[in-house]
C-alpha cells in the first residue's frame, strides 16, 4: 500500500542519513538479538526515522510486510518489501516520488528537508533541482559503498577463548580479535571505519599530522611530537626563549622537526 511505501522511504531515508545497512539499523532495536523485530519493536525503529504515523497507522503497514504472518519481522521480509520502493527515486537522493494517499496524486517528497510538492505544483526550475540533487545522491551511494567495501576488506576476525579451559562448555566466554590486514597487527576491537594510530596500531587516531602524513592517537602524539613550542606548531621561537638553555635542549632533540 501507499502507506506501507511510505513508511518503508523513511526507513530508506534513515539508513542514508546515517550511513548504515539495514541489518545494523535493526541490530539497534533487536532486544536479545534475535536476529528479528517485533512488532513493537519495529514501530520504535520506525518513530526514530521521523515519521509522524500513528502507532495504529504503522501496524496496519506491519502486516503487509510480514509475509509468513509469524508476528515477526525479520530482514529478507522488509528487503523484499523495498524492492517496490527502489522504484520511487534515484538510489541515495532524497527525493522521493509516490502517490499520496490524501490527495491521491503523484507526490516528490525530500525525506531530508521534508519538503512536499505535488505533481500539479511542479515548475521546471524545481524540477531541475530535484535532478541535480538525484545525480549528486547517486554518486554519494556509490562513494559510500565503495568506501564500506575496502573498510571491510582491511579487517579479518578470529575467535580467541578468554575463560578457563577447565569451565563447562556453556560458560566459556569467546572474545572477537580483529586482524588488521595493512598493518598486520591484532586488536581486541575493530574501530569500524574510524583511522588507526599509525604508530601503536591500538588506539584509534584523532590527530593527524600533515608533515608525517601519519594519523596519531593523542597519547603517540604527544609522544612523538613534542613541540618545544607547546601547542604552537611550526611557530617561530622568540628571542627570549633562544637564549633559554633548556628550550635549545628540546629543541634539538625533538622527535619531530618543526
Known amino acids: 500500500s501507499s502507506l506501507t511505501n511510505i513508511v518503508l522511504l523513511y526507513v530508506q531515508a534513515k539508513l542514508q542519513e546515517d550511513q548504515l545497512i539495514l541489518s545494523e539499523i535493526i541490530q539497534k532495536f533487536d532486544a536479545g538479538n534475535k536476529n528479528y523485530l517485533t ?3 519495529f514501530v520504535s525503529m520506525v518513530r526514530s526515522t521521523g515519521t509522524k504515523l500513528t502507532k ?12 509468513d504472518n509469524d508476528g515477526t519481522i525479520d530482514v529478507s ?10 522504484l520511487m527515486g534515484v538510489d541515495g537522493s532524497p527525493w522521493k516520488m509516490y502517490v499520496d494517499p490524501a490527495e491521491n496524486v503523484l507526490c516528490f517528497h525530500n525525506f531530508q528537508t521534508q519538503e512536499k510538492i505535488f505533481d500539479y505544483q511542479m515548475k521546471d526550475e524545481k524540477l531541475r533541482e530535484i535532478t541535480i540533487a538525484d545525480m549528486y545522491g547517486e554518486a554519494d551511494k556509490h562513494a559510500a559503498e565503495d568506501v564500506r567495501k575496502e573498510r571491510e576488506s582491511d579487517w579479518d576476525y ?18 572477537i580479535h580483529y586482524y588488521h590486514v595493512p598493518s598486520k597487527k591484532d586488536i581486541p576491537r575493530k574501530p569500524d571505519g574510524l583511522p588507526l594510530c599509525k604508530h601503536c596500531y591500538r588506539q584509534l587516531a584523532q590527530h593527524f599530522c600533515t608533515v608525517c602524513a601519519v594519523d596519531y592517537c593523542a597519547n603517540c602524539h604527544r609522544l612523538t611530537h613534542a613541540s618545544p613550542f607547546g601547542v604552537r606548531q611550526k611557530a617561530k621561537a622568540t628571542q627570549k626563549e633562544l637564549a633559554n638553555a633548556e628550550f635549545l635542549h628540546r629543541l634539538h632533540n625533538s622527535s619531530h622537526s618543526w
Open 39 to 41: 512488532y513493537d519493536e
Open 56 to 67: 495504529a497507522q504503522i501496524y496496519g503497514c506491519i502486516r503487509s510486510i510480514d509475509a
Open 77 to 86: 521480509e522488509i528487503e523484499n518489501a523495498m524492492k517496490e520502493t527502489a
Open 158 to 175: 578470529n575467535a580467541v577463548d578468554v575463560t578457563n579451559p577447565q569451565a563447562p562448555e556453556k560458560q566459556r566466554l569467546v572474545s
